[in-house]
């Protein structure tokens, strides 16, 4: 068997600042569906795991695939004992799916972009790599393809700077049942739209996908509740108000939309 080795998450979020490139990214879920376990938000699906390994084995020009920070030695260090202990844990129980499905000598980027705060043990990390990722959608028109209820960047100033702001709404578990429609509908975006998904493992397929199509598409992931955590000064994974937050073991009810988050939606694809 191999280790994978991936660069920190600083470095690739950088790289996605200065390159105009896209991103899908791998983290423990992504490998323990490559592994057969369902997870409490997608369900193993052969479709879906073919497609996840052939990205993290393959290689696409101006597409980042991301790995964990459990695998960035420099990175490692820096988070809390807390999440040092889960990594370790996951590394140790899922090394043979890493080694199977990632390259020998391949140097990944880092899937923790979106991981800015929680298990970090610098608190000022978050203003830094929040500066840096309001870089990307400056003055861009976004268009977020997001599960149900995971209101991304809602009810905060996370997208402050971009040009509009658009929204494809769709289911917030086992999302990858309805993919055709949801990549058929996002083909119909115009090229020049920056595409954040944050739909689970779904969305790194889907970033690949719309990629490979001429976008430049960001699998986003839970940035926007660790922002919210940040913002909160949470000291452990809690529920945020009106978002649904799977990793805080609890799900805060979600209220009914406002009127502007109902503004920014175009269409619903299995809601």
């Not at 970033?207 to 000064?233: K, V």
Request: hydrophobic share 40%.
């Amino acid at each position: 068997m191999h280790v994978p080795v991936c660069r920190t998450s600083e470095e690739s979020l950088r790289r996605l600042v200065a390159g105009n490139c896209s991103m899908a990214r791998f983290g423990d879920g992504e490998i323990m569906l490559l592994a057969g376990r369902n997870l409490a938000f997608q369900r193993v699906h052969p479709e879906l795991l073919l497609k996840l390994r052939s990205i993290l084995r393959g290689s696409q020009p101006g597409l980042l695939v991301g790995i964990t920070t459990a695998f960035c030695p420099k990175e490692f260090q820096t988070l809390t004992p807390e999440a040092r202990g889960c990594w370790q844990n996951h590394s140790a129980a899922f090394a043979r799916a890493w080694s199977r499905n990632t390259l020998r000598g391949h140097v990944y980027d880092n899937s923790c972009v979106s991981r800015i705060y929680i298990d970090t043990q610098d608190r000022d990390y978050a203003a830094k790599m929040i500066s840096l990722w309001r870089r990307v959608w400056k003055d861009r028109d976004v268009v977020i393809i997001e599960g149900l209820q995971t209101h991304f960047g809602a009810g905060n100033d996370l997208l402050d700077g971009a040009k509009s702001i658009r929204r494809i709404l769709c289911p917030s578990a086992n999302a990858y049942s309805a993919y055709n429609r949801i990549k058929t509908l996002a083909a119909t975006i115009e090229k020049d739209a920056l595409v954040l998904i944050a739909l689970g493992p779904t969305a790194t397929v889907l970033a690949a996908d719309l990629h490979a199509l001429g976008y430049r598409a960001i699998d986003i992931g839970h940035l926007d509740i660790e922002y919210e955590w940040y913002l909160a000064g949470a000291k452990v994974k809690q529920p945020v108000p009106g978002k649904l937050v799977y990793e805080a073991r609890a799900l805060d009810e979600v209220p009914a939309e406002d009127d502007e988050f109902l503004s920014q939606v175009v269409a619903r694809i299995g809601v």
